[in-house]
């Protein structure tokens, strides 16, 4: 009776390395991406981390701005391959959780402003910006739609205002503990072949 779920099971562990491969992909180029912006604009970018006004307030900011790209970048690299996936995880895990303390946090959880999402009355994390988010929304519509070329700017899709939330970094850690803990997976990672003493 049960012979056809051993059997899933059985297939399952074989291509057990194929969930870890496809988590590795998705976060490469969201990572890197983010990194190459900040190397790119490095200056701006300490700038950011380090004034308390309008920034993160942050000590160190070089020092940190070069660390968060180090780990950017370079643990995005590590991940594409498989290669020291749980430092990697470990290190882009921990950028990812001060982004999300010192970034996001004050924005609540939604990434999107929402007004009509079960999660916009601070159910995860207070923000009182999401209520007049449909307010504003319906001003821009208005603006554009009188000075702009609203037709062509929305084609692409619905315009939408950003609240910056903590809703993506938090999925992208729960992604980065999922790699930390079970690392690049069977077959299909560098580090299951040096494990194995495949690699000279």
């Not at 057990?16 to 180029?29: F, I, K």
């Not at 020291?84 to 959880?109: D, E, Y």
Request: proline share 2%; charged share 15%; hydrophobic share 55%.
């Amino acid at each position: 009776m049960f012979v056809w779920y051993s059997r899933l099971l059985a297939g399952l562990r074989i291509s057990e390395g194929l969930p870890l491969l496809l988590l590795r992909l998705y976060l490469t180029p969201v990572l890197l991406q983010a990194g190459w912006n900040k190397y790119l604009h490095f200056a701006d970018t300490v700038a950011w981390f380090g004034n308390t006004e309008w920034g993160l307030g942050l000590p160190f900011p070089t020092l940190l701005a070069a660390l968060a790209i180090a780990a950017e970048i370079g643990g995005s690299l590590l991940l594409l391959f498989g290669l020291l996936t749980r430092l990697a995880a470990l290190s882009l895990a921990v950028t990812m959780l001060v982004a999300m303390i010192t970034v996001h946090a004050k924005n609540g959880w939604l990434a999107i402003a929402d007004a009509s999402s079960w999660l916009a009355d601070g159910t995860l994390l207070h923000s009182e910006r999401i209520l007049a988010a449909p307010e504003k929304l319906q001003r821009a519509r208005d603006l554009l739609q009188e000075h702009g070329n609203y037709d062509w700017l929305s084609e692409s899709g619905n315009l939408v205002v950003l609240n910056n939330g903590i809703e993506f970094a938090a999925t992208y850690f729960v992604m980065l503990l999922c790699l930390l803990w079970f690392g690049g997976g069977r077959y299909l990672s560098l580090d299951y072949y040096l494990r194995r003493g495949k690699l000279s």
